[in-house]
């Protein structure tokens, strides 16, 4: 999967063999205004446009409830990385950080969080601002907010 010719000053790869472990199942495609990786912001911004993320059909009733919810994670499937870098150089600026070290695409499992404002869920569709991947993006995942103070249904008065 690494191309030797793309690597920067002082970046290093490893030869990997085949990944053979875990199998994701991809939920949906996340739809964004962006078809290059340039133009993508280098962390979503609460602020920034409202995304799609369009789940399988299979999937739509596992929504249930997600608009009780101001904020969610999502977690995608950053499909156009390599994955066999252990030391990058992101600025190309010679200083170089260990994979583990950043939030870079380039990752062994290239999976991308991010936390997002929901801002609807329409017919399997959950519209968000927060992104930042390109459009076609696979979805892996969609959780809410781990803070207490995100529901905006009352708590249950008894379980
Ligand atoms: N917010 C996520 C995180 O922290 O895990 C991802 C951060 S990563 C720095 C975001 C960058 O990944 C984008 O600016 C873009 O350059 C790149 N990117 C976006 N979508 C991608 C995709 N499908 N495959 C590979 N790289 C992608």
Same mark, same amino acid.
């Given at each position: 999967m690494g191309?030797?010719?793309t690597l920067r000053p002082n970046e290093r790869a490893?030869? &990997? #063999? +085949? +990944?053979?472990?875990? =199998? &994701? *199942?991809f939920?949906?495609?996340i739809r964004t205004p962006? *078809?290059?990786r340039k133009d993508c912001p280098r962390q979503g911004q609460m602020a920034g446009p409202e995304c799609q993320l369009v789940l399988d059909p299979v999937w739509h009733d596992a929504l249930a409830g997600l608009e009780d919810?101001? =904020?969610l994670e999502v977690l995608y499937w950053l499909d156009q990385s390599r994955r066999d870098l252990v030391q990058q150089s992101p600025k190309s600026d010679g200083r170089t950080f260990g994979t @583990?070290?950043? *939030? #870079?695409p380039v990752r062994p499992n290239p999976i991308g969080t991010s936390m997002v404002q929901l801002v609807r869920v329409e017919n399997g569709t959950v519209i968000v601002r927060g992104l930042d991947c390109l459009d076609g993006t696979p979805l892996l995942d969609?959780? +809410?907010? *781990?803070?207490? @103070? #995100?529901p905006k249904a009352p708590p249950k008065a008894s379980r």
């Open positions: 191309d030797p010719e490893v030869d &990997l #063999s +085949p +990944p053979a472990d875990a =199998t &994701l *199942r939920i949906g495609t962006w *078809r290059d919810y101001d =904020t @583990f070290a950043l *939030r #870079s969609i959780k +809410p907010d *781990r803070c207490a @103070f #995100s």
